[in-house]
C-alpha cells in the first residue's frame, strides 16, 4: 500500500494540533466543597418503600438496596436501586447527580423499569437542616410528564426521601417515603 507525501504531511497537522490544542486546555475539574455532600451517599443502603396509591389510602411497603458510588473523578454520584415495587413485581432504577456550577444547584438523572424515558431534576442543599430538596420532572409509567418534589433528610447513617406530586384536586400529596439505612 502506498501512502502519498500529502496523506502523511495531513497526519503531522493533525498530530501537531491536538498537542497544541491539548496545551492550551483549561485544567480538568476536580471535586470541590460541593461533591462533598455527594461522598455523604456513597455505599450500600437498605431501604423501606412506602408508595401511596390515592390519599388517605394505606401505602403499599416493599424493601429493596440502593448502591451508590462515585463516578468521573469524584465529580457525580452513580445510584443503582433494585427491590420489589410489590410482591412479584421487581422495580430498577438508576440516576446520576453532579454538581452544576453555572446554576449552583445539583442537577439529577434518574431511569427506572416502570418509566419510559430519562427524568432530569434540580436540588439544593441546605446544610443547617442537612436536607436537599428540589424537582424532577420526567415520564411516568403511561408515558405522561410528571413533575415531582422530592425532600431528603440526612441523619447519622440514615436518610428519608419524601416525593409529592400534584394530586387530583391539584394539591399536593405525598406518594413515596424511602426510608434508607446504610449497611
Known amino acids: ?4 507525501k500529502s496523506a502523511l504531511g495531513a497526519v503531522a497537522v493533525v498530530v501537531m494540533a491536538a498537542g497544541v ?3 492550551d486546555m483549561p485544567p480538568l475539574p476536580k471535586p470541590g466543597p460541593e461533591h462533598e455532600i455527594l461522598k455523604m451517599d456513597v455505599g450500600t443502603w437498605d431501604a423501606t418503600v412506602e408508595a401511596m396509591a390515592a390519599p388517605g389510602a394505606p401505602p403499599m411497603t416493599s ?14 454520584l452513580i445510584t443503582d436501586f433494585k427491590g420489589d415495587l410489590m410482591p412479584g413485581v421487581p422495580f430498577h432504577g438508576h440516576g446520576t447527580v453532579a454538581w452544576d456550577p453555572a446554576k449552583k444547584k445539583y442537577v439529577l438523572s ?3 423499569s416502570m418509566s419510559t424515558g430519562l427524568a432530569r431534576g434540580e436540588m ?6 442537612k436536607k ?10 403511561t408515558g405522561q410528564v410528571m413533575k415531582t418534589r422530592s425532600v431528603v433528610e440526612y441523619g447519622t447513617g440514615t436518610r ?11 394539591k399536593e400529596m405525598q406518594v413515596l417515603k424511602i426510608s434508607y439505612k446504610k449497611r
Open 1 to 4: 500500500m502506498k501512502v502519498s
Open 21 to 23: 490544542a491539548a496545551q
Open 63 to 76: 424493601k429493596g438496596v440502593e448502591v451508590n458510588t462515585l463516578g468521573c473523578s469524584g465529580l457525580c
Open 110 to 112: 434518574w431511569t427506572d
Open 124 to 129: 439544593t442543599w441546605d446544610a443547617a437542616a
Open 132 to 141: 436537599l430538596s428540589g424537582w424532577t420532572e420526567g415520564p411516568d409509567a
Open 160 to 170: 428519608v426521601m419524601t416525593a409529592y406530586v400534584a394530586g387530583p384536586d391539584g
